[in-house]
């Protein structure tokens, strides 16, 4: 099953474009922790403003966590798992980066 899969992903596979290598590039040099460090700030202002009265822009800085989670996690597979790994010939005989 696990064979099938590979298949079918190595046949369906595409190059990356050159907007999305730019930003891999560039988000790459990030380290994956900035992310995750963000949105505790994110977390801990908004809880601060909510004790401050301030319920809106609690609100508004506190909905800043999920996406900067998300930028986390799509940094990690990028490192891991992106275009890069490929170019530099670090593919595995399956088709995944080790």
């Known amino acids: 099953m696990a064979n099938e899969f590979t298949q079918v992903l190595e046949k369906d596979s595409q190059k990356e474009g050159p907007i999305a290598r ?40 506190g909905q800043w966590a999920a996406p900067l989670l998300l930028f986390g996690v799509y940094n990690k597979i990028v490192k891991v798992a992106g275009h890069d790994r490929e170019d530099k010939g670090e593919e595995t005989s399956e088709g995944w980066a080790s």
């Open 22 to 61: 730019n930003i891999e590039k560039q988000t790459g040099k990030i380290p994956s922790d900035v992310f995750l460090w963000a949105a505790a700030a994110a977390m801990g202002t908004s809880l601060t403003l909510k004790l401050c009265g301030k319920r809106h822009d609690a609100l508004f800085i």
